[in-house]
């Protein structure tokens, strides 16, 4: 039962939450790839290649020989980039034997389109905060607002803005701008779990008490009805599978959905402690077994506190192992 975790960057965590779950149902390697040697998340997988980058033409059949000669059953998908492609080729991973962890293309668009997703929400009868066109704002319309491009991730260009001179200079400077309400709120990133048929597994929520460059770095877990009834509720007319990383406000108890990445984040990790170890439950799904739902079945007020780690290598140990 190898395991693919692309783009593996600084994820750490993850790879060695994949390690753990596949010790525990017998064994395989998990295996890391990135364009890139100094990736730190490469160093600690059970083997490791460089491949190109996803955007250049030869990294589909560097992908395909990749999967099938280091037999390859599941491909764990982390970068919102190569999402898409993904999506469009998982059938060509199927036909050798490869699962991918990721939605079909349709459910990857409306996931990487702000504008999309806010429309996607507003017809099927979800919450999201307040939106306004640049072209269309009210003459009247109260500060504070936020802004944020239509395309984006980790935050990059999304700020607050205050008072209408910083909103032209904003609308200057954010690309295809995405306007919404300012909302004084607690926010929360819920990681949901569905099997390949769509079925929901496990939901947490947890709140993001403090964030940094995007990722949430001191989070809290909740057992908050209204998060969970209505992320499972999206997650099944958005036709999400795996694990997903679902993001909103609880505002007077009312759920304000934000974004939806379909992948694992930063923070998952919280979640696997708590009781929903996704990484394992693929597992369990690659041998065939069936999982029950245990929405709610995780430990409650559970804090995680993140920190960093150092690896030390000499500059000769950097690796130049490409898969080609």
Do not use: W
């Not at 990736?39 to 190109?52: N, Q, W």
């Not at 409306?110 to 429309?119: G, T, V």
């Amino acid at each position: 039962m190898n395991i693919l975790i692309t783009s593996a960057s600084r994820k750490v965590s993850l790879i060695r939450a994949f390690q753990q779950a596949s010790a525990h149902e017998g064994g395989g390697k998990v295996i890391a790839v990135d364009a890139s040697p100094l990736s730190p998340a490469l160093y600690l997988a059970d083997e490791h290649y460089l491949v190109p980058p996803s955007h250049e033409p030869e990294f589909l059949p560097v992908m395909l020989r990749l999967c099938e000669q280091l037999n390859i059953k599941l491909l764990i998908p982390t970068r919102d980039e190569e999402l898409p492609f993904f999506a469009e080729h998982k059938q060509r991973f199927a036909q050798i034997g490869c699962l991918v962890m990721v939605p079909d293309p349709p459910t990857v668009r409306i996931c990487q389109n702000k504008r999309l997703f806010i429309e996607f929400c507003h017809k099927r009868g979800f919450a999201t905060p307040k939106s306004y066109d640049a072209e269309s704002l009210p003459v009247d319309i109260e500060f504070p607002l936020f802004i944020k491009p239509q395309r984006g991730k980790g935050g990059r260009h999304a700020l607050r803005v205050d008072s209408k001179e910083e909103l032209e200079l904003a609308l200057k400077r954010v690309p295809d701008p995405v306007i919404q309400e300012f909302i004084e709120a607690p926010e929360y990133t819920i990681d949901l779990f569905a099997d390949f048929s769509g079925k929901v597994i496990s939901v947490v929520p947890r709140e993001r008490i403090r964030i940094v460059g995007g990722e949430s770095f001191i989070g809290k877990t909740s057992k908050n009805p209204a998060l969970i009834q209505e992320a499972v509720r999206l997650a099944t007319e958005l036709k999400l599978i795996g694990h997903n990383t679902i993001q909103c406000f609880l505002d007077d108890n009312k759920v304000k959905f934000i974004e939806v990445n379909p992948r694992f984040g930063g923070a998952a990790h919280l979640g696997f402690a708590a009781g929903a170890p996704t990484p394992l439950f693929l597992v369990k799904l690659l041998k065939g077994e069936k999982l029950e739902p245990r929405i709610g079945e995780f430990r409650d007020n559970y804090i995680m506190l993140r920190y960093t780690e150092d690896l030390f290598l000499d500059a000769g140990e950097l690796t130049s192992r490409r898969f080609s």
